[in-house]
């Protein structure tokens, strides 16, 4: 559950005020990192925490994962655009009546506020133009690249948007096939190589959102050399891309890629420091590692990681409190592994009503930390608690992603194991048949979830005394977490000790001591 978090719901786009801080921190010297503010009349941080506002909402509404929530058509797109110059109240920003009363404010000292805007910046532009003319130049071709991208991306938005009008289509598009179109699109960027780098990693995050990780990982692989070339292996674009990388390859169970990716993001970000890159950027690569421990078993170095992590996030004033709610939740089921249940569930409650105020109850964060709840209460024996939150997690991931998707089928197999666990076996087979079928079907035949439904199968077909039905599982099972984890993984050495005892009650003893576990030599 921790994985299917992180690459399927946990990571929202990145805001445009985070791209601004972004293209900041790789400018090759603070006089350049602060050139292009004062040509705005304003300072960096100010600059960002402008664009903070009704900016970054509009571009997350377009982004949302949630049909609903998005706007529906073009022309409310533009719309908002258009409020959003005249200064009145946008519709992707939450209604209040502070938010209106700060608008009105804002539209109405507009004279005394842009007269003394106007005189500063003239003060100063005057000023440098003096002293630096050609750094001036330099920042004024900046200004005008960053403004050709963003019409760009803005026409391409506007294009996705137009192709889901159904005066234009009549057939309803799903969100695939309307990254399928845009693909083509971005192919004829070559000359604006910025633009179709960016987009290039946005479409393969969607992608890979979507449980397309092959196609994600395909564009991503297309974005990182675009961004080595424009901006050197050592910045901010480049370990991003490096990060999306990592989650797409956990995703098709290649671990050993995943590491190198994450391990070559995480150095970037610590060279960088977190004054350049940000908190939050450091903070998820440190997690992005604790994920890789945890998927290798490796718990000790997973919550050290997670811990650090958290510990960033909690720790500077640059931080958004919804960054919080990813790497609490991994740390809080790593503490369940370390059967540490009761250390966990305050964890994750905190991440749970973190991710309800910040993200909205319908987000699918909030059903992922749900999920992961319950499992703390599957391991404390308290039942009751466990399925009621499931059975909602169950509903809302199948409202959200329909039945082929990878999130229900951990949630199946959550549910399976719990019915297990109360030893209602004849319930559960079928939510782990289930599970196994989407896994198989979303996931490919070699990915390490797909062994470890198998084996949660096997295992119920064994509790309940099948030792014949549960052999053809359990052997499955093996023969992918050898390959994919190791002969000596946990996930492999437990497989084998549960096909010990299907041998044993089927008296099949040499096969039994076959895979029975074997002494030092």
């Not at 209602?424 to 939510?431: F, I, K, M, N, S």
């Not at 797909?450 to 052999?471: I, M, Q, R, S, V």
Request: hydrophobic fraction near 40%; charged fraction near 25%; glycine fraction near 8%.
């Amino acid at each position: 559950p921790m994985e299917l978090h992180r690459k399927i719901c946990e990571e929202p786009p990145t805001r445009p005020s985070d791209g601004v801080l972004e293209v900041l921190a790789e400018a090759p010297s603070e006089d350049e990192q602060t050139g292009v503010a004062p040509l705005r009349g304003t300072r960096p941080a100010a600059l960002i925490q402008a664009l903070r506002g009704d900016l970054d909402q509009i571009v997350l509404k377009c982004l949302r994962k949630e049909p609903e929530r998005r706007y529906a058509s073009a022309g409310q797109l533009a719309d908002d655009v258009r409020r959003f110059l005249e200064g009145l109240p946008v519709t992707a920003q939450p209604d209040s009546v502070g938010y209106r009363v700060r608008k009105f404010v804002g539209r109405h000292r507009v004279g005394v506020g842009a007269g003394a805007v106007a005189a500063l910046a003239v003060v100063g532009f005057a000023s440098v133009m003096t002293l630096q003319s050609a750094r001036l130049a330099d920042e004024r071709d900046r200004t005008r690249r960053a403004l050709d991208q963003a019409e760009e991306v803005s026409e391409f938005l506007v294009g996705l948007f137009e192709a889901a009008n159904p005066e234009e289509q009549p057939e309803r598009l799903t969100a695939v096939e309307l990254l399928d179109q845009g693909v083509d699109r971005v192919e004829a960027l070559e000359e604006q190589p910025e633009v179709q780098a960016a987009m290039f990693y946005a479409m393969g995050r969607a992608y890979t959102s979507l449980g397309q990780w092959e196609r994600g990982g395909s564009l991503l692989e297309r974005a990182l050399p675009i961004h080595r070339d424009l901006h050197g292996d050592t910045s901010l674009a480049v370990a991003r891309t490096l990060g999306a990388l990592g989650q797409a390859r956990e995703q098709e169970g290649d671990l050993d890629a995943m590491e190198t990716f994450f391990r070559e993001a995480l150095g970037i970000y610590q060279a960088l420091g977190d004054s350049a890159s940000g908190r939050a950027p450091l903070a998820r690569g440190l997690s992005d590692l604790g994920v890789l421990h945890f998927q290798r078993q490796e718990l000790d170095a997973a919550e050290e990681f997670l811990e650090q992590a958290v510990a960033l996030l909690r720790g500077g004033p640059d931080v958004e409190r919804v960054d919080l709610g990813g790497p609490l939740i991994n740390l809080g089921i790593t503490r369940i592994r370390l059967g540490d249940p009761e250390g966990a569930e305050p964890i994750l409650r905190e991440a749970l009503a973190i991710t309800r105020e910040e993200r909205g109850e319908d987000h699918p964060v909030v059903a992922t930390a749900m999920n992961v709840l319950a499992e703390a209460h599957l391991a404390q024996e308290q039942y009751d608690e466990a399925q009621t939150l499931l059975d909602e997690v169950l509903q809302r991931r199948l409202a959200l992603y329909g039945e082929e998707h990878p999130a229900v089928a951990a949630v199946l197999n959550n549910l399976a194991q719990l019915l297990r666990t109360r030893q209602r076996y004849d319930e559960a087979l079928p939510y782990a048949h289930r599970a196994v079928e989407i896994q198989r079907a979303t996931q490919g035949a070699n990915h390490p979830q797909l062994a470890l439904g198998l084996k949660n199968l096997g295992n119920l077909y064994l509790f309940k005394g099948d030792f014949a039905g549960a052999e053809p599982f359990l052997l499955e099972a093996l023969a992918i977490n050898e390959v994919a984890l190791g002969v000596d993984h946990p996930q492999s050495e437990s497989t084998r000790g549960s096909l010990v005892r299907v041998y044993e009650g089927l008296g099949r003893t040499e096969e039994a001591a076959r895979y029975a576990p074997r002494g030092p030599d």
